[in-house]
């Protein structure tokens, strides 16, 4: 099965700050990777995702980016706001191994 | 409104007690999952199912059941011989069969067993 590795754990950054999570796969057939957000007592819900054929997609203060090669991809946050502290997950190859989640922390 | 439901929220069982977990989509997805949530340990697959009267085992099933009779549904039954049984329970969808598309998730379900 694929092996996922996400990090960091934690991360704390200042208001208006950027944030990046990284995230690394095994498996080199990944042909989808998506990023999920969990807010607390909440279900996980896609917040960006990218494919194969794509070095890097944006939406707003998101964006990811994919180094197939290095079997990693990123998630980035520019300006974050009070509102991006949660847990966020990877999920490369779409499926059925999730990263370990990363709890961001926005601090006022 | 389409989307995935999860039945009831919070439940209680007492140990040794089989319990069922209602798994519910509208959305016309052929793939279901039930996934474990622990602190620190991010999301563990228990079963997908990848079309009706069918679903193959995750990484975490022993202890667990399900079936997959009507499209729409996918229960899981935690038995009484899942060790450790008190967790939060995630159901999602998917369009497609895994791997290459979105997952839809419910709210949840945290069971406790006493």
């Known amino acids: 099965g694929e092996n996922v590795e996400q990090h960091p754990s934690t991360l704390s950054v200042q208001e208006g700050d950027s944030a990046v999570i990284k995230c690394t796969y095994s498996?080199?057939?990944?042909?989808?990777f998506p990023w999920y957000k969990q807010e607390l007592g909440k279900g996980p819900q896609l917040i960006i995702d990218i494919r194969s054929n794509v070095g890097e997609k944006k939406d707003q203060r998101i964006a990811v980016t994919l180094n197939k090669t290095a079997k990693h991809f990123s998630l980035h946050i520019t300006e974050t706001q009070p509102e991006d502290s949660a847990v966020y997950f990877c999920?490369?190859?779409?499926?059925?191994?999730f990263g370990k989640g990363t709890h961001l922390i926005i601090q006022p | 409104d389409g989307g995935i439901t999860q039945s009831p929220k919070y439940l209680f069982r007492k140990e040794g007690q089989n319990v069922t977990l209602s798994c519910e989509q509208n959305?016309?997805?052929?793939?279901m999952y039930w996934y474990r949530q622990d602190p620190g340990q991010g999301l563990r697959l228990i079963y997908y199912?990848?079309?009706?009267?069918?679903?193959q085992k995750g990484d975490i099933a022993e202890g667990y059941s399900v079936s997959r009779e009507k499209k729409e549904s996918f229960p899981l039954t935690v038995t009484s011989a899942q060790k450790n049984p008190t967790a939060f329970y995630l159901c999602?969808?998917?369009?497609?069969?895994?791997?290459?598309?979105?997952?839809?998730f419910g709210p949840g379900t945290r069971l406790t067993v006493t």
């Open positions: 498996d080199s057939a990944s042909n989808y």
């Open positions: 999920a490369p190859g779409g499926g059925l191994t």
């Open positions: 199912s990848q079309i009706v009267n069918d679903f």
């Open positions: 999602a969808s998917s369009i497609g069969p895994q791997g290459e598309d979105e997952q839809y």
């Open positions: 959305l016309n997805h052929d793939a």
